[in-house]
């Protein structure tokens, strides 16, 4: 028997079953990446290269932890113990991240609805218009940062080269530095940057530091111009005084938490777009959860009072994804291990994801409409 009339044999068999219990349930491998962590959103698992030809969009998680900061004064190298839980200045736990995203991502599977989204448009159901995976994690190894942000450069530009649109879970706030290289490997105009931080972040050195991403991919990328660069919410006192002389030297745009108060967040993202979207065509979006009000995100390394809401977060990247396509986002620096027995901050994270997911669809639903 050849296997074309083997599975008539069984396609025969599924028929008649189904005729007399027409109300059949089939089992079905459910959508699982290890232990209990399922996908993101319940979504096929990506489980090589070959899994994202199809794919629009692909979520990926990058476990990385970097350089630690136990105190205003000292950096730890990759390797050091992770703090205790009840540390107070010293916090890491970002390598966590990924899997926590992950788990309570269950509340927006598109098991429920298929992705029906009244708020973005009455009607609007995401997966309608895209298709999207999960990627699994990168490899990482906290003793080799050069190995393991090579593998990430590598598995973002896997989803770039198949036409997907990445969605990256870090990891600490070091992560854009290889995604924004995947990204330029795959554009030929300029990038510009949109970042949502309490922090400038314009160190240059240590190397592999989560506060020194930007000042790298300046040196190193042509692409990516400090003037199409834009950063929102800086606050707190924990901001070095060298980097708003860089940032001036640059001419970099940067929005305080006072801005966001004054003139409103989406008086702030029209001019985050302006700014980014100026001769640039590809937009990145990176996002460190200490932007938002610890009451609305516990969980995260660096908290600081007086941030936005999780309402002005989610309007402002519907704002940015309606405007604009977003060729790629991030969200770094959730630590799970000082989040709510609920895992309030995990399943917000899990919900910003969805809302670029959302707006990314909307925009392949425009350029349908348009193309016809």
Same mark, same amino acid.
């Given at each position: 028997?050849?296997?074309?009339?083997?599975?008539?044999?069984?396609?025969? !068999?599924?028929?008649? !079953? =189904?005729?007399?219990?027409?109300?059949?349930?089939?089992?079905?491998?459910?959508?699982?990446?290890?232990?209990?962590?399922?996908?993101?959103?319940?979504?096929?698992?990506?489980?090589?290269?070959?899994?994202?030809?199809?794919?629009?969009?692909?979520?990926?998680?990058?476990?990385?932890? %970097?350089?630690?900061?136990?105190?205003?004064?000292?950096?730890?190298?990759?390797?050091?113990?992770?703090?205790?839980?009840?540390?107070?200045?010293?916090?890491?736990?970002? @390598?966590?991240?990924?899997?926590?995203?992950?788990?309570?991502?269950?509340?927006? #599977?598109?098991?429920?609805?298929?992705?029906?989204?009244?708020?973005?448009?009455?009607?609007?159901?995401?997966?309608?218009?895209?298709?999207?995976?999960?990627?699994?994690?990168?490899?990482?190894?906290?003793?080799?940062?050069?190995?393991?942000?090579?593998?990430?450069?590598?598995?973002?530009?896997?989803?770039?080269?198949?036409?997907?649109?990445?969605?990256?879970?870090?990891?600490?706030? !070091?992560?854009?530095?290889?995604?924004?290289?995947?990204?330029?490997?795959?554009?030929? %105009?300029?990038?510009?940057? *949109?970042?949502?931080?309490?922090?400038?972040?314009?160190?240059?050195?240590?190397?592999?530091?989560?506060?020194?991403?930007?000042?790298?991919?300046?040196?190193?990328?042509?692409?990516?111009?400090?003037?199409?660069? &834009?950063? *929102?919410?800086?606050?707190?006192?924990?901001?070095?005084?060298?980097?708003?002389?860089?940032?001036?030297?640059? %001419?970099?745009?940067?929005?305080?938490?006072?801005?966001?108060?004054?003139? =409103?967040?989406?008086?702030?993202?029209?001019?985050?777009?302006?700014?980014? %979207?100026?001769?640039?065509?590809?937009?990145?979006?990176?996002? @460190?959860?200490?932007?938002?009000?610890?009451?609305?995100?516990?969980?995260?390394?660096?908290?600081?009072?007086?941030?936005?809401? #999780?309402?002005?977060?989610?309007?402002?990247?519907?704002?940015?994804?309606?405007?604009?396509?977003?060729?790629?986002?991030?969200? &770094? &620096?959730? #630590?799970?291990?000082?989040?709510?027995?609920?895992?309030?901050?995990?399943?917000? &994270?899990?919900?910003?994801?969805?809302?670029?997911?959302?707006?990314?669809?909307?925009?392949?639903? #425009?350029?349908? !409409?348009?193309?016809?």
């Amino acid at each position: 028997m050849t296997i074309m009339n083997l599975k008539d044999v069984w396609n025969k !068999a599924y028929d008649a !079953a =189904g005729n007399k219990i027409p109300q059949r349930v089939e089992r079905r491998l459910k959508a699982i990446l290890y232990d209990d962590v399922p996908t993101f959103m319940e979504l096929p698992f990506a489980r090589s290269k070959n899994d994202l030809v199809s794919a629009d969009v692909a979520f990926l998680g990058i476990p990385w932890e %970097g350089l630690k900061y136990p105190d205003p004064w000292t950096v730890l190298p990759e390797t050091a113990s992770p703090a205790p839980p009840n540390s107070i200045y010293y916090r890491t736990g970002a @390598d966590k991240s990924p899997e926590a995203i992950r788990k309570y991502s269950i509340f927006y #599977s598109y098991n429920h609805g298929y992705g029906f989204f009244p708020e973005l448009s009455r009607n609007f159901i995401i997966f309608d218009h895209l298709n999207a995976v999960d990627y699994g994690d990168v490899e990482v190894d906290v003793k080799e940062p050069n190995i393991s942000l090579t593998n990430c450069l590598t598995r973002v530009s896997d989803i770039y080269e198949a036409g997907a649109i990445p969605l990256v879970s870090g990891g600490d706030h !070091a992560i854009p530095y290889p995604c924004v290289q995947a990204l330029a490997k795959h554009t030929e %105009g300029n990038i510009g940057i *949109i970042t949502f931080d309490s922090h400038f972040d314009l160190y240059f050195d240590p190397e592999f530091s989560a506060a020194s991403q930007w000042g790298r991919l300046f040196d190193l990328l042509p692409q990516v111009d400090p003037k199409n660069y &834009c950063s *929102i919410g800086i606050r707190g006192l924990r901001n070095q005084l060298h980097e708003q002389y860089v940032a001036k030297e640059l %001419g970099i745009q940067y929005f305080t938490m006072a801005d966001v108060e004054t003139q =409103g967040i989406n008086n702030i993202i029209n001019k985050a777009l302006e700014v980014a %979207g100026k001769d640039t065509e590809a937009l990145y979006v990176s996002l @460190d959860i200490d932007i938002l009000d610890p009451a609305f995100c516990p969980a995260q390394k660096y908290p600081e009072p007086n941030g936005i809401t #999780s309402r002005e977060m989610i309007s402002a990247l519907r704002q940015i994804g309606k405007n604009r396509l977003i060729n790629g986002f991030d969200v &770094c &620096c959730l #630590s799970p291990q000082y989040d709510t027995p609920t895992g309030l901050s995990a399943q917000l &994270c899990a919900r910003l994801f969805v809302e670029v997911l959302a707006t990314i669809a909307w925009q392949k639903k #425009s350029s349908k !409409a348009v193309t016809h």
